[in-house]
């Protein structure tokens, strides 16, 4: 009877103990959750040959010890896994090589290690939605990822990554263009989604309805560095951008307002210099905004989406910055672009004036000297007002 078994959900309950090891034999099996338990224990080879399963959820429970199923040793059926917040380690999963039809893959909370291996892009190219926050991973940020032309949602934040964040992430397909999203997927017509837990707005909130939605990346809490690319400026689908909690340094890129779906904007507790974009007053979506902590300076823009931005503490800590909302007034030394540019037009406009007088003065004296009849008329102009003033001095 339980050789023909399909569907297993036995989430958030209090059950203990580890998985029995019969279930190894539901070779029917395509959809298992067993989230939100107190469930123990390493995972045996035999789960990842369950050749009909396509969505494992084991998230919020007590699993433990290294996933040690090799590249080869089974043929990937699954489309959804979470094992999030357990007690995973090792490296990157190997067992996921070949996982072609994976769209969502939740890992993070765990205790996985080392660096992302290259292949991601080739094993498992048709992922949307990637979650390895809160693990060890080290190394650079893989090139290969901006190579995934579904991935809609990348979240790397609270690891050890360094280097500098791929310029070829600007390629990210279903980033560029919000039409480009996915769809809501259920699976086989049940009721359950896609799901995923990400830091929106300060706060950890579980998406699923609106999940197709949902465009960002989520690289806060690393040890990267250099500059914002300012390549990132074209995905102008992206919903959410944290870059907060890393060395990166630069201008903050002039075009980021062509983000015009930018719901939240976070790059504190870096090294940016220079001014706050002016564009960013277009972002009329934006909602959340930090930028403090940094080496800012200049004249806070005015105007737009900014106006609802008054909480000081979003500013703080940049000594180079001033204007409304903090209480520190803008010297002509540290005016924003904007206006020191209309300050030099006025420089200029008085320079104008001036040349203008002085060209007219020598030019009315040019054609005075050069005119033999004005120039006898003005003189004869001239003495005659002399005798004129004489004879009222002598009477």
Same mark, same amino acid.
């Given at each position: 009877?339980l050789q ?5 959900n036995l ?6 103990? =580890? ?5 190894c034999?539901l ?7 067993l ?5 123990? =224990? ?15 959820n084991?998230?919020n ?8 199923? =090799? $590249? ?7 489309? &959804? ?8 380690s090792g ?5 996921l ?27 498992v190219? &048709?992922?949307?939605?990637l ?9 650079e940020?893989p ?14 934040a ?22 480009n999203? &996915?769809t809501?997927?259920?699976?086989d =017509?049940? $009721?359950y989604?896609?799901r995923?837990?990400?830091?929106? $707005?300060?706060?950890?909130l ?16 690393n ?9 990132l400026?074209?995905?102008k689908?992206?919903?959410? @951008? ?5 060395? @990166?340094?630069?201008? #903050? ?8 779906? @930018?719901?939240?904007?976070?790059v504190?507790?870096?090294?940016l ?5 002016l564009? #960013?007053?277009?972002l009329?979506?934006?909602?959340t ?9 200049? $004249?806070? *823009?005015?105007g737009?989406?900014m ?5 000081p ?7 180079? @910055? ?8 803008c010297?002509n030394?540290?005016?924003a *672009? ?7 037009v ?16 020598w ?21 005659g007002?002399?005798?004129n003033?004489?004879k009222n001095?002598?009477?």
């Amino acid at each position: 009877m339980l050789q023909v078994l399909r569907y297993i959900n036995l989430s958030n309950n209090r059950l203990t103990g =580890g998985l029995p090891g019969c279930w190894c034999g539901l070779h029917a099996l395509w959809f298992m959750n067993l989230s939100e338990n107190l469930l123990i =224990g390493k995972l045996s080879d035999c789960w990842w040959n369950l050749q009909a399963l396509e969505y494992m959820n084991l998230s919020n429970n007590s699993f433990s010890g290294e996933i040690h199923a =090799g $590249k080869s040793s089974h043929n990937c059926s699954l489309k &959804s896994l979470y094992l999030a917040k357990n007690g995973f380690s090792g490296v990157f999963p190997q067992v996921l090589w070949g996982c072609k039809l994976l769209v969502t893959l939740d890992i993070g909370s765990n205790r996985f290690f080392g660096a992302l291996p290259p292949w991601i892009v080739i094993q498992v190219p &048709s992922l949307q939605i990637l979650s390895l926050r809160s693990n060890n991973f080290t190394g650079e940020i893989p090139l290969e990822l901006s190579r995934l032309p579904q991935l809609q949602l990348l979240d790397m934040a609270n690891n050890s990554f360094t280097g500098a964040i791929p310029v070829a992430f600007g390629n990210l397909t279903s980033m560029r263009d919000p039409e480009n999203t &996915s769809t809501p997927r259920r699976l086989d =017509g049940t $009721k359950y989604q896609d799901r995923i837990n990400i830091n929106w $707005k300060g706060q950890e909130l579980t998406f699923q309805r609106n999940l197709r939605l949902l465009t960002g990346i989520d690289l806060s809490r690393n040890f990267l560095s250099q500059c914002i690319p300012k390549e990132l400026t074209k995905l102008k689908g992206l919903r959410f @951008l944290n870059l907060s909690r890393n060395h @990166l340094s630069c201008n #903050i890129p002039e075009d980021i307002g062509s983000l015009i779906f @930018l719901e939240c904007l976070d790059v504190s507790s870096n090294e940016l210099t220079g001014n706050i974009p002016l564009s #960013i007053s277009s972002l009329t979506a934006l909602s959340t905004f930090n930028i403090s902590n940094n080496l800012l300076s200049g $004249k806070i *823009p005015v105007g737009s989406q900014m106006q609802t931005l008054t909480d000081p503490s979003i500013y703080s800590n940049n000594s180079g @910055l001033c204007g409304f909302p903090l209480e520190i007034p803008c010297a002509n030394t540290s005016l924003a *672009p904007d206006e020191r540019n209309d300050e030099e037009v006025d420089h200029w406009m008085y320079y104008f004036v001036i040349a203008g007088i002085v060209f007219g003065f020598w030019l009315w004296f040019g054609v005075l000297f050069t005119i033999k009849t004005w120039r006898c008329g003005f003189l004869l102009f001239v003495d005659g007002m002399q005798c004129n003033f004489t004879k009222n001095v002598s009477y």
